[in-house]
């Protein structure tokens, strides 16, 4: 009897002992260990392509701008669009709240001397998209009129969802001037004609490229100030 007693005694201590590692030094279970997922950003949803925001903003089709040429952002492919198809709808009111106040009264000008029958002879605006040396949006603008072309240059920024445009001086028949990268070409011989200005003889005034630079720092004539393309000889794009 006693050694029944003594048998269950040490049943109950090995029970204690695997069950509960109890005084013996048993291991007690780990936790397992919890794996949590970091909450991944959503996605930033693809910018539209141009001939879908084309399709959406019912943009003219005479205006032409290519998916290597658009900006990366959809809603600076829009106020381009939205600019020029202002323009070659001769929109004023349109083009005024998005043009810079220092280009109200050239625009006034243009609306006086039949802005939209220039614009009705245009056959196609195709857009160049780039930057300033100085780090400054642009887009160029070259208007057809048969076979003649004629050249924009227009700076843009934007603050929050408003974007505001502002003339470039340009001159007639600048395309002529231009080749290979057009944007990056009007922004070389801007250079080069700034160059010149600085240099000394102030009774002087000096050609560049078929065009006047005073040593008082203005480039061209009145001409030269951005309005609706003349109809004046030109050359084909990329000459």
């Known amino acids: 009897m006693n050694q029944n007693k003594s048998v269950w005694s040490v049943l109950l201590m090995f029970l204690a002992i695997s069950v ?6 048993g291991e007690e279970e780990k936790p397992k260990q919890v794996v949590t997922q970091k909450p991944t950003a959503p996605k930033r949803p693809k910018a539209k392509t141009v001939d879908q925001l084309v399709s959406d903003l ?5 205006i032409f701008l290519s998916e290597d040429e658009a900006p990366r952002r959809e809603s600076e492919r829009i106020a381009i669009l939205n600019f020029f198809n202002a323009m070659i709808q001769s929109d004023l009111d349109s083009i005024k709240s998005m043009l810079s106040y220092s280009d109200h009264m050239e625009l006034d000008t243009m609306s ?3 802005m939209s029958s220039y614009m009705d002879s245009v056959s196609l605006i195709e857009l160049l998209t780039g930057e300033s040396p100085e780090g400054t949006s642009c887009v160029m603008a070259i208007y057809e009129i048969g076979m003649d072309y004629q050249v924009q240059m227009w700076f843009y920024q934007n603050k929050g969802s408003d974007f505001t445009f502002s003339a470039a001086e340009t001159s007639p028949n600048l395309i002529e001037k231009l080749s290979g990268n057009l944007v990056q070409n009007y922004f070389d011989l801007k250079s080069k004609q700034a160059e010149i200005a600085l240099q000394p003889d102030e009774e002087t005034s000096y050609s560049l490229a078929g065009e006047i630079t005073s040593t008082d720092g203005s480039v061209g004539t009145d001409e030269s100030r951005p309005g609706p393309p003349p109809s004046r000889p030109g050359g084909p794009l990329g000459q």
């Open 20 to 25: 509960f590692g109890i005084g013996c030094g």
């Open 58 to 62: 019912s943009i003219d089709n005479r």
């Open 112 to 114: 006086k001397e039949n």
